[in-house]
């Protein structure tokens, strides 16, 4: 499986999850812009891509803020090429704490990131990619969109509108040669992670489970994430509407896709 001539963007890629998307999707070939508020974390990804040879732009956005988002998108474009390949990984945990409690501004700032990001950039894709009649869209999602969890409203919510976004766009999409599912990663080791683990019992009611699954080696590297992620973007992989997690059989898929042991 081979990524090559695929252009790719990647929003929340400066670090975690998103770093190890990027870095892997230009493992495999692809272009790979490199999307995120943070340019010097930004920056540090690209220089890693380039030492392994991969191609790669950094590209500072808000994926909250529409004009910046069609910029990003236009650009890629103009210094690049099209994007054949959205992958939606932008995301903030806060706020963590009863909602009685939460900040008004800081929670719906959450929403129009983890929920209006994912909207703004599949919006500014999608024209090139219907009219190209390919496209592979891949929404980062969590199993806090299908658990609920005292203390985390606005990401448990934020993440059931995604994979709802998700299945509604697919049946929009259906026989249009582009597609779009999500991912539930689970517990990796990222900021977000750390985020959570410091959380007070107060604020977060199920903190020690996370603690607990740190203690006892349960927290996956985002890597072997990425890799699968790899796969979904990938022309071999045809994943509509889905919503995905790490299991045996997508291992294997991706695996023989990639020409690795099964």
Not at 71 to 88: D, H, K, M, Q, S
């Amino acid at each position: 499986m081979k990524l090559t001539g695929q252009t790719a963007i990647v929003t929340g890629g400066g670090r975690g999850l998103g770093r190890a998307i990027a870095e892997q999707l230009a493992r495999l070939g692809a272009h790979v812009v490199v999307a995120s508020r943070n340019a010097p974390e930004l920056d540090e990804v690209v220089l890693a891509i380039k030492r392994e040879r991969g191609r790669a732009l950094a590209y500072a956005a808000d994926v909250a803020d529409e004009r910046q988002v069609q910029e990003l998108v236009f650009n890629t474009e103009r210094w690049v090429g099209p994007a054949t390949i959205l992958v939606n990984n932008a995301g903030v945990v806060d706020p963590v704490g009863p909602l009685a409690r939460a900040d008004s501004t800081v929670w719906l700032r959450h929403i129009a990131i983890n929920v209006g990001g994912v909207f703004l950039a599949t919006r500014a894709v999608l024209p090139g990619m219907l009219e190209r009649g390919y496209g592979r869209i891949v929404n980062i999602s969590s199993h806090a969109a299908a658990r609920p969890s005292a203390g985390r409203t606005a990401y448990s919510a934020s993440k059931a509108a995604v994979e709802q976004l998700t299945r509604s766009l697919a049946l929009e999409l259906d026989g249009t040669g582009v597609t779009v599912c999500a991912f539930r990663p689970g517990s990796i080791e990222t900021r977000m992670q750390e985020r959570i683990r410091r959380a007070s019992p107060e604020d977060y009611p199920d903190v020690e489970e996370h603690r607990e699954k740190k203690r006892t080696g349960q927290v996956g590297d985002p890597k072997d994430r990425a890799r699968l992620i790899a796969y979904l973007v990938s022309e071999a992989a045809v994943r509509n509407g889905q919503i995905l997690e790490p299991d045996e059989a997508l291992e294997r898929e991706a695996a023989a896709a990639m020409g690795a042991p099964v």
